[in-house]
């Protein structure tokens, strides 16, 4: 469900200038999901929506074109980790994140967005993170980041 409200969203923010959450919670309506105001405020969040300035001064909301482009930026992977990730565990040239149950995904969509030339990419299962590092990047230091990050 939560799928394909995001698809949706994307597809009213590519249709329609949508100035503010409220007005985009109608138009979810109008689609047929019944979505409160904080849960579109997360949905925007996690598409990397912007508001952007269009001609005659309105601010609208815009998720940018290339959505498998997208990267999350650092303060977003900040609190994903210090929100889900409960455990890092290194064994080169991969790390293992554990989360509460079904919460990997949450963790390997924003590593996966966030453009870390450390990491080669992510398996996430239901409650653990697979990341393959880099060759040219040491595991050990990688690991120590996301512990970090996590407040580990």
């Known amino acids: ?28 309506a109008e689609a047929g999901f019944e979505a409160t105001q904080a849960t579109v405020s997360r949905d925007l969040e996690e598409l990397g929506a912007v508001k952007v300035r269009v001609p ?4 609208i909301y815009a998720v940018p074109e290339l959505a498998h482009q ?11 980790f210090s929100d889900w990730v409960v455990e890092v565990a290194a064994n ?10 079904g919460s990997a995904h949450v963790v390997g969509s924003a590593l996966d967005r966030s ?5 080669i990419g992510t398996v996430a299962g239901d409650d653990t993170i697979l ?22």
């Open 92 to 101: 080169p040239p991969l790390i293992v994140l554990r989360t509460p149950p």
């Open 115 to 119: 453009g870390r030339a450390d990491i």
């Open 56 to 59: 005659g001064g309105d601010s």
């Open 131 to 152: 990341v393959v590092v880099a060759p040219d990047a040491t595991c050990i230091e990688v690991a120590g980041n996301f512990r970090d990050l996590a407040g580990l």
């Open 1 to 28: 469900m939560k799928a394909q409200r995001q698809h949706t969203i994307e597809r009213i923010l590519a249709d329609h200038q949508v100035t503010s959450q409220g007005h985009l919670v109608e138009l979810l």
């Open 70 to 80: 997208r990267q999350a930026p650092d303060d977003h992977l900040r609190r994903v």
